[in-house]
């Protein structure tokens, strides 16, 4: 249907097309990069490091854009790789990868929250006896913990991560439990399985909620906003 329906309403209606010519390659350009820029999106899953250089914040947002502004005065869109001068094909490939980068770079960013929570070392190997451990620390010490399983493909993790964690009401309150995080990223390692089996985690994402005595008062396994937890959090002892 999606592929069908523009050349029906063509035929139907004997709409006239634009003409060919150099306005579409143009267009192949920006849905080039478009995808290369998608790729890079879905390859920082796997590759964390691809992460390491974004940053919130406006600086960093216009560094990203004006790498954008350059590779596009570069003609990472209006040139082509197909011209016969060398400088012109050197030119386009520079300005498609600064535009790629700028672009990736700018998505990151923006989608990182500028403050979170204070949490404790982050369990990146999923291990459920330093899950185990910073619970009975908790108790020992008499504070509510808060634990937080998320992954880079999360979108609602990042999205609590960035609304919810980062609201300044919610990490003043979040300040008397032993806030914990679990990357699941990798939910296929052994480690994290046993984890998530642990707390009876099925899916991401999943926020609980402990009391100072090690119960579990309350689970989040959807996007919650600041004034929902916020509430949440002053209910537990």
């Known amino acids: ?57 406006a600086v960093f947002l216009l560094a990203a854009l004006g790498a954008v502004a350059v590779g596009l005065l570069l003609g990472a869109v209006h040139r082509s790789f197909e011209d016969p001068e060398w400088p012109t094909r050197l030119a386009k490939g520079v300005g498609v990868l600064l535009v790629t ?28 006896h330093l899950v185990a451990a910073a619970q ?20 609602a993790c990042k999205e609590i991560s960035k609304l919810t964690f980062s609201d300044e009401r919610v990490q003043h309150e979040a300040g008397r439990f032993v806030a914990l995080k679990v990357d699941a990223t990798d939910d296929t390692d052994p480690k994290i399985e046993q984890t998530l089996a642990a707390f009876g985690v099925q899916g991401l994402p999943a926020v609980l909620l ?24 002053k209910r537990i002892n």
């Open 210 to 233: 402990f009391d100072s005595s090690g119960q579990e008062v309350q689970r989040f396994t959807e996007f919650v906003d600041a004034d929902r937890f916020l509430a949440a959090l």
């Open 136 to 155: 009975r620390r908790a108790m020992a010490e008499g504070k509510p913990m808060l634990l937080d399983f998320t992954a880079a493909w999360c979108v």
């Open 101 to 128: 980068a700028g672009g990736f770079q700018f998505v990151q960013g923006i989608t990182m929250p500028e403050s979170t929570l204070s949490w404790e070392k982050p369990v990146a190997e999923g291990d459920a």
């Open 1 to 57: 249907m999606g592929l069908g329906v523009p050349f029906f309403l063509v035929g139907a209606f004997a709409m006239q097309l634009p003409k060919s010519g150099a306005w579409m390659m143009h267009v192949k350009s920006v849905l080039g990069i478009i995808l290369l820029i998608v790729a890079l999106y879905f390859l920082a899953t796997a590759f964390p490091v691809l992460n390491t250089f974004a940053r919130p914040g």
